[in-house]
């Protein structure tokens, strides 16, 4: 199963985890299972109409999705979705 | 090209004696700029490093004054300045440490009113900025005025950093091209960052900013840094031009600077604000009259568990902001109620869940459980 490497924006509502093993073998599928396992990030990564949050980025391995296959990117048992919000502390 | 000088070769030896800096390349840090937005946690250790490399002319931009919340990680600043603008403790930090360089300050905040005027005499950006309006201006104006902007941001653990120079590659905003919703990315102040984590961020923005200004090496410029300091990982993601950037795309229709505060729905500036209404606040003191009174009101404490272990109000009940809108069910609607944070600003989302929730009797604690200890329980510490 793809691993999903999440920010510390994120892990509070994963357990303090920094990456998580899913099932999916799209972008779509695998952030569904993510939501499906941790409601409460549904609303940090996609807004009240579903798109995709403008703030956050993601990237399959090194690649960001807008250059592949947006969420319908595939994903493969060794492939990592990396979770990518904007943060602005300094 | 101003020379070095006997002392100068002297203070860099080392720079000297490797091959890809060498005399020449001192010569060239020595008649270089840079400008420092920001004299935080990532000015700290960028302006230190940039000092010691002997950059020869240093810009320093900040509006704020050093507070002792700032002495966790602002490594250039320290209790002797407490209370001091900050752009003067860093100079005098800096001067002290390198005595050769000029350093210039610019005691105000850097807005689209003087941003191009401050930036244009620079000859690389350095983002040490801690909030998203001021982040998108720094941007704006480093592809205005075509000149490379080395990024950095922190939160808790996680560190990015990178080199945009929209001349030959992507900018801030074909990454982000929007900023998040108000409220949904906390800034340090909200939700904490790890002391050193912007000295290693920062030192990294030195180390670019050092690499452009002598033509070295193979910068971030088309990469991004994600460092996580818990389980000490550095990985790199790939950045590209996005064609339709607003800013530096070929059809960019952003030409000049814009209302950044309007634009990202925040002040530019990370300090808790309390956006409640006047007519849903409550100071401390209304507070603590209403307390005595028969039918106290339910106090809503919105912070994190740990946090309760600094400071709490007996009777409190805790349901983090995190899970609110998720565990309204728990409350009722019908009973009065007043919600507080730390400083005001969680508690005042809080307020906007509860309303369009319907909650009616619901007012916030203005200034958090800080105001409280202040005026009038000062057994308990401020944070």
Redesign the interface.
Known sequence: MPFV?V???FR??LNQQ?QVSLPGASVQETLQALIAAY??IG??LFDSQGRL???I?L?VN???I??LNELETALSAEDVL?I??????? | MTPLTKDEILRYSRHLLIPEVGLSGQEKLKNASALVIGTGGLGSPVSLYLAAAGVGRIGLVDYDVVDSTNLQRQIVHGSATLGQRKVDSAKARLQDLNPGIHIETYDLPFTAANALQIAADYDVLIDGTDNFPTRYLSNDTAVLLGKPLVYGSIFRFDGQASLFDARSGPCYRCLFPEPPPPGLVPTCAEGGVLGVLPGVIGSIQATEALKVLLGIGETLQGRLLLYNALDMSFDFVSLRKNPKCRVCGPQADIKELIDYEAFCGVPGHDHEIDSSAAEENLSARQLARRLQESAAPLLLDVREPHELEISHLPGALNLPLGQLAARLSELDSAREMVVFCKAGTRSARALEILKSAGFRRVKNLQGGINAWAREIDPSLPVY
């Not at chain 1, 990518?84 to 300094?90: I, K, N």
């Open positions: 490497r920010p510390a924006l509070y509502y920094t409601p409460a609303p940090h949050r403008r703030h980025n990237f090194s690649e960001n807008r250059s990396k990518l919000p904007s943060v602005t502390g300094g």
